[in-house]
């Protein structure tokens, strides 16, 4: 992947956080059915917990990504993704979805980062959310222990140590 490629993927993505976090204020810049904004209910429902708090102030261990946090130094994202001769791929570590419901029934996140570690993933999208995607704060450093590359924070995105 280029350097150019990156950085496009990259402002796009950011752009789609900037809507989705619009929506969730209740400001919608795009057509309620974009394809990358969650369904009209799970939208409603979000903006609803959010409301009451989220996740609250205790993000939970290990994702601050700094020196002295538990999860170590950071891990250089672009990085990791930037290859001139190889595909890199982002896998993903998610229990459910609101749209789709129960996706897995696993408990430990351990085997399933090793497995992408073994196939040589890229970076891992660690899906943290309890409310709507069934996953813990806690499975953050539990997969940052088994996998050496960058591991992300998927959440609703609302704070800015949510992106530490």
Not at 26 to 40: C, E, I, S
Not at 73 to 93: C, D, G, K, Q, W
Not at 123 to 132: G, K, P, V, W
Not at 144 to 153: C, H, K, M, S, T
Request: charged share 30%; net charge positive; with cysteine.
């Amino acid at each position: 992947m280029t350097d150019d490629t990156l950085t496009r993927i990259l402002a796009r993505k950011r752009w789609e956080r900037d809507v989705l976090r619009d929506a969730l204020r209740g400001h919608l810049r795009v057509p309620p059915d974009a394809p990358f904004l969650p369904a009209p209910d799970v939208l409603r429902r979000a903006k609803g917990y959010l409301k009451q708090g989220g996740c609250g102030p205790d993000r939970g261990p290990g994702f601050k990504g700094d020196e002295g946090a538990p999860g170590g130094p950071i891990r250089p994202f672009a990085a990791a993704l930037t290859s001139e001769t190889e595909l890199r791929v982002v896998a993903e570590i998610k229990r459910r979805s609101p749209s789709r419901g129960a996706l897995a029934a696993w408990t430990d996140p351990e085997p399933l980062a090793q497995a992408y570690a073994e196939g040589q993933a890229a970076a891992i999208s660690c899906l943290t959310d309890a409310e709507f995607f069934d996953g813990r704060p806690g499975f953050l450093p539990r997969v940052r222990a088994v996998f050496a590359g960058p591991v992300l924070r998927k959440d609703f995105t609302i704070d800015v140590i949510d992106v530490a």
